[in-house]
């Protein structure tokens, strides 16, 4: 194979493996979907080797989980998994916002503000899930690029195994989206008031928000999406 050969089919298996990896991330392709090289042959118009290297790159990202000598699956969700990830980010996202307060600055208001002003208008008209994960994503990030954090907040993001798709589930199924926007707006009001004691409660209520929202679906309609407790 040539070089120009060699780049092309690289390039090729770049663009199927980031959009699988953005459809079994958005839950377009659900857990347990079973995935096979000829089925990303068909799906996505390659050949037989970038299909592989697709393939192998999501299970080394554990997206995908394969039984030897069977077939590969795309991993189910980790319920105890995502809960211990919560609870890692309601400790670290208090301690950013409780120092983002005590820099005082009006910057960081004016771009939440901004965020939210945003948010409004997406709700107002015609949007996906996908845009609104995305928005709030970014309003979230505000707080690490305020307190120079961004690489925790990276870190964060870099948690997309189970995560990142439990979230998704939120947003997809319970399409709540005004009651996440509430909360947001009250923690710009505690972060804009200064009111460094009601943080905890805040990002607390708001982190453990999907699990509340989606409640008994998690263990009935959606029970094939996680891992057997």
């Known amino acids: 194979m040539d070089r120009n050969s060699a780049y092309k089919l690289n390039t090729v298996g ?19 979907t079973m995935v096979t090289e000829q089925v990303i042959c068909e799906k996505y118009n390659i050949s037989r080797t970038p299909s592989r290297h697709v393939l192998q790159r999501l299970r080394d990202e554990g997206l995908i989980f394969s039984i030897p000598y069977k077939a590969s699956y795309v991993s189910l969700l980790d319920l105890d998994s995502i809960k211990q990830l919560i609870y890692m980010r309601t400790a670290i996202e208090s301690k950013v916002i409780k120092d983002a307060i005590s820099l005082n600055h009006e910057d960081l208001i004016t771009r939440l503000e ?4 945003k ?8 949007f996906s899930p996908e845009e609104f994960y995305e928005m709030d994503s970014e309003f979230h ?19 997309l195994v189970h995560y990142t798709r ?11 989206f005004y009651a996440i926007f509430e909360e947001h707006k009250e923690l710009v009001r505690i972060i804009r008031e200064t009111r460094t004691q009601d943080v905890d409660d805040m990002i607390t209520k708001h982190l453990y928000g999907g699990i509340e929202r989606l409640g008994d679906r998690i263990s009935g309609e959606y029970r094939d999406y996680f891992i057997e407790a």
Do not use: A, C, H
């Open 14 to 32: 770049d663009d199927v493996y980031e959009l699988m990896k953005r459809e079994i991330l958005n839950l377009s392709i659900k857990p347990g």
């Open 114 to 117: 901004r965020s939210l002003r």
């Open 119 to 126: 948010q409004e208008e997406l709700l107002s008209k015609d």
């Open 141 to 159: 990030e505000n707080w690490f690029i305020e307190t120079d954090k961004l690489i925790v907040w990276q870190e964060i993001q870099k948690l």
């Open 166 to 176: 439990f979230r998704m589930l939120d947003i997809v199924v319970v399409k709540n």
